[in-house]
């Protein structure tokens, strides 16, 4: 089955900087690949995806990369803010609307 | 247009008992899949259904089953209670055909 590996499991970094979040996959058949944010007691929310037809995406200060041939995407979140900070996870999946792989997720954290 | 809700927030249940969680999707969406969040973990695929059918299930014994009604509503219930069961137990839905899946905010079950 598919295994989602994520890195780094904690980050700290300053308000207005940048930070990174990697992760890599195995199942060379996954094409879904979303990030979800989840804040402390609360419930995960999709905050970018990408499929993989597509090499980048941006909205706004987030911005997701997919390398397919690595096996390898990357969430980027520019301009972090102290309202950044949760725990970030990213998944995977073979179909559209099945079963998500998730990594097991990137605790951010934003000091002003 | 409504959200995921799931009920109830919180449950404390003994080994060896049995429980049933509930999960209502967003409003148009008829695929729900259930997710067992363990603490500093990211979720992990139990089952999906579409149709009132099981379309898919992760690697989740037996005593883990569940149900979809007409109004696309689910139930997941878990048998003979073991102290690994102890969760956060996430429901999502979503649209058959679509990747996008939208997090309930999860019922948490403590087994003692």
């Known amino acids: 089955g598919e295994n989602v590996e994520q890195h780094p499991s904690t980050l700290s970094v300053q308000e207005g900087d940048s930070a990174v979040i990697k992760c890599t996959y195995s199942d060379s058949a996954s094409n879904y690949f979303p990030w979800y944010k989840q804040e402390l007691g609360k419930r995960p929310q999709l905050i970018i995806d990408?499929?993989?037809?597509?090499g980048e995406k941006k909205d706004q200060r987030i911005a997701v990369t997919l390398n397919k041939t690595a096996k390898h995407f990357s969430l980027h979140i520019t301009e972090t803010q102290p309202e950044d900070s949760a725990v970030y996870f990213c998944a995977a999946s073979p179909n559209s609307g099945y079963a998500l792989n998730f990594g097991k997720g990137t605790s951010l954290l934003v000091t002003p | 247009e409504t959200g995921v809700t799931q009920s109830p927030t919180h449950l404390i249940k003994t080994r060896g008992q049995q429980v049933t969680l509930r999960c209502s999707s967003q409003?148009?969406?008829?695929?729900v899949s259930w997710y067992q969040q363990a603490l500093g973990q990211g979720p992990q695929f139990i089952f999906q259904?579409?149709?009132?059918?099981?379309?898919g299930r992760g690697n989740f014994p037996p005593r883990f089953s569940g149900l979809q009604f007409p109004n696309y509503s689910s139930e997941l219930n878990v048998n003979a209670l073991e102290l690994d069961d102890s969760a956060l137990y996430l429901c999502?839905?979503?649209?058959?055909?679509?990747?996008?899946?939208?997090f309930g905010p999860g019922t948490r079950l403590t087994v003692l």
């Open positions: 990408i499929r993989s037809n597509v």
């Open positions: 999502a839905s979503s649209l058959v055909g679509r990747d996008e899946q939208f």
């Open positions: 409003s148009g969406h008829n695929t």
């Open positions: 259904y579409y149709r009132e059918e099981e379309n």
